[in-house]
């Protein structure tokens, strides 16, 4: 991998669907219902089920990953969630290279990300650094 600041990530896109939403809780513990229950999720206020706050970090990683390939590892990934996203809306993440530093017999990579719903509505922000070997 050959970046420097301000080289962008091939960005992913991903629509939740109702059961990649379901069996995300499942793998996470996470119980809470406007997750993996429509009418629960309508029962709250919401147009449909949630997307978790832990799958837009996931992304992210997935993301960054993909973009600094094979021998990368995740360092740090942290992200806020700025607006809800639902399941069934196309979901886009990005990532821009912020800082590339030598670490010796590798390299630290420092990226900004973002998480877009098809509207528009930015859903997430965060930062990631990922340590790539060198080759």
């Known amino acids: 991998m050959a970046a420097e ?46 997307v978790q706050s832990t799958l837009h970090g996931e992304m992210f990683a997935r993301t960054v990953l993909s973009f600094a390939g094979p021998g990368a590892v995740l360092r740090r990934v942290e992200w806020r969630n700025r607006a809800t996203a639902f399941a069934g809306v196309p979901l886009t993440f990005s990532g821009r290279v912020t800082a590339v530093t030598d670490d010796g017999d590798g390299h630290l990579v420092e990226f900004d990300l973002t998480g877009t719903a098809a509207d528009g509505t930015v859903c997430a922000t965060g930062t990631a650094e990922v340590r790539v070997p060198s080759r």
């Open 5 to 50: 600041p301000g080289t962008v990530c091939p960005p992913i896109e991903y629509t939740p669907t109702h059961l990649a939403l379901f069996r995300f809780s499942a793998v996470t513990w996470n119980s809470h219902r406007i997750h993996f229950d429509q009418a629960h999720a309508r029962a709250e206020g919401f147009p449909d089920v949630v």
